[in-house]
């Protein structure tokens, strides 16, 4: 079960990772633009909305049912920012969160969206 956990607890940041890079990605593998949307959408719904994450309560279990003990925080909480000396409560520490996910995104589909439309007005002047 621990073991389990741990897969749980690498997809989970694997889901984070493809959230904060997956507009980037998109850029060289457009296919992956509805997955991100899918996944961020839910990251931020979760987040955003301070419900527990399913993915997080899912690790947890599995930790609890392996005998190991749990953690409070959240996954950002005890694998990023605790780990860095950050309170994941604190002011300071939430706007850091939300500039390091919003950015890249942002220069993500600001990229997508400058191809776009660059191929929209190829294809009306051709």
Known sequence: ML???GAVAV?????????LTGSLLALRWPRLLWPHLAVTLFIVTVY??????PVTNLELWLR???GAPGYS??????????PLGFDIHATS???GIYVIAIVPNL???G??????????????VA
């Open 3 to 5: 073991l389990l956990a």
């Open 11 to 19: 997809i989970h940041g694997v889901g984070v990772l493809f959230m």
């Open 48 to 53: 955003v909305s301070g419900s527990d994450c």
């Open 64 to 66: 609890a049912h392996a």
């Open 73 to 82: 925080g959240g996954f950002i909480g005890h694998y990023i920012t605790d």
């Open 93 to 95: 520490t939430q706007v």
């Open 107 to 109: 220069v993500g589909y």
């Open 111 to 124: 990229l997508l969206m400058s191809r776009y439309l660059r191929g929209r007005a190829r294809s009306t």
